[in-house]
């Protein structure tokens, strides 16, 4: 049932994404690839006195990387540069050991299910890595490898 409700929501995410557009205005950019499946991301972040004021991305990729690009600059928006980094962590945290870390992840724990694939654990996590060089700044392009 529960797993059923997280189908759709990623489904949904996939079909539609949100913010799935280019942000002229962003202040930081940043790029990802995942060499596995072919995923490739652009991301945009408008961040003012140290809060995401909005979030965007563009890119082609399989629908589990395209909804947690969408689900991600949803849940980023008014978060904290520190808070958004602490929610990467435990997103990381919830796909590869711990399945406690769901409880403060709010719609983001749609993902659970994505840790029995090792695989796609690289396109749930892509947007996330590129979250982390777009608020570092490195302007590298991040992968999954
Ligand atoms: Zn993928």
């Not at 004021?53 to 890119?59: I, K, N, P, R, Y």
Request: net charge negative; charged share 30%.
């Amino acid at each position: 049932m529960v797993d059923d409700l997280y189908q759709e929501t990623i489904l949904d995410h996939s079909k539609r994404p949100r913010n799935c557009h280019m942000m002229e205005d962003a202040n930081r950019r940043a790029e990802g690839y995942n060499p596995l499946c072919g995923d490739k991301l652009k991301l945009y972040l408008k961040v003012e006195n140290d809060v995401v004021q909005d979030a965007s991305f563009e890119g082609s990729g399989c629908a589990i990387s395209t909804a947690s690009a969408s689900l991600m600059t949803e849940s980023l928006k008014g978060k904290t540069r520190e808070e958004a980094l602490r929610l990467l962590e435990k997103f990381h945290t919830l796909l590869t050991t711990d399945e406690a870390a769901a409880k403060d992840l709010g719609k983001l724990v749609v993902f659970c299910g994505v840790r029995d694939y090792p695989a796609r654990v690289k396109c749930a996590t892509l947007a996330w890595h590129t979250l982390k060089s777009a608020l570092n700044n490195t302007g590298e392009v991040a992968t999954t490898e």
